[in-house]
């Protein structure tokens, strides 16, 4: 499944606003964006270093659990595709979790290229722990720049028999690519999200509502379904 801000939104956490081009009042292209970053290191560094101390002072939700408990009713066959960069899912419990758009829990080094857990802050511009140079960054996919794992998550999809899109519109790149290739591959398709947008054909399944409500109710009539006919649907 594909999840997005929707499902953290109500732990309280705020992505960018697509109406105004705002993240947390900033502008994204001041934050979001390789350009953005090369201006003005030091704004950037302070507004992913904030955005992590609120990530870890946030709790996962229902809609958090509730996925975490469907993939231990179902070992081995929940993968979670996530847009977003806290940490929710895994702190809910859910182990196989992809960031396709990095992690704030995660620092890239500019100097070998290499990923790293990452807990504190980056504005004092601590040394990569591999090679030891000072330039690591947030490693958070900008604006303009490629997701992470696609290649895995494609394949992944069209193997699934089902695919949920929860708390994102499923109407942008890569989500619509996903959403079609699922369909194709005959997978039952499901958008769980706060609203609908324009485009909503290829799901067979569109369910409106908070994501604490819509997603455990959701996955308790996948688990019943389950249990009816004894095994894997
Ligand atoms: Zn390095």
Do not use: K
Request: hydrophobic content about 45%; proline content about 5%; charged content about 25%.
């Amino acid at each position: 499944m594909l999840t997005g801000a929707g499902i953290s939104a109500e732990s309280g956490i705020r992505t960018f606003r697509a109406s105004d081009g705002l993240w947390e009042e900033h502008r994204i292209e001041d934050v979001a964006t390789p350009e953005g970053y090369a201006a003005d290191p030091a704004l950037v560094h302070a507004f992913y270093d904030e955005r992590r101390r609120a990530a870890r002072a946030a709790e996962p939700n229902a809609a958090h659990r509730a996925l975490a408990e469907l993939a231990e009713r179902v070992p081995g066959e929940v993968l979670i595709v996530t847009q977003n960069i806290d940490d929710l899912h895994e702190r809910a419990g859910s182990s196989r979790v992809i960031h396709i758009h990095g992690e704030l829990g995660s620092a890239l080094c500019e100097a070998c290229g290499r990923r790293m857990p990452w807990t504190q802050d980056l504005a004092g511009r601590p040394p990569c722990r591999a090679c030891g140079e000072r330039v690591l960054r947030p490693d958070v996919v900008w604006f303009g720049e490629a997701v992470y794992a696609l290649d895995e998550i494609f394949d992944a999809v069209a193997l699934c028999e089902e695919f949920w899109v929860v708390g994102t519109s499923g109407a942008v790149t890569p989500a619509a690519s996903l959403v079609a290739v699922a369909a194709e591959a005959g997978a039952r398709t499901a958008l769980l999200n706060l609203e609908a947008h324009d485009d909503v054909r290829l799901f067979d399944e569109v369910v409106l509502g908070p994501a604490t409500e819509t997603v455990p109710a959701f996955a308790a009539g996948i688990s019943r379904q389950r249990d009816g006919v004894g095994g894997r649907g």
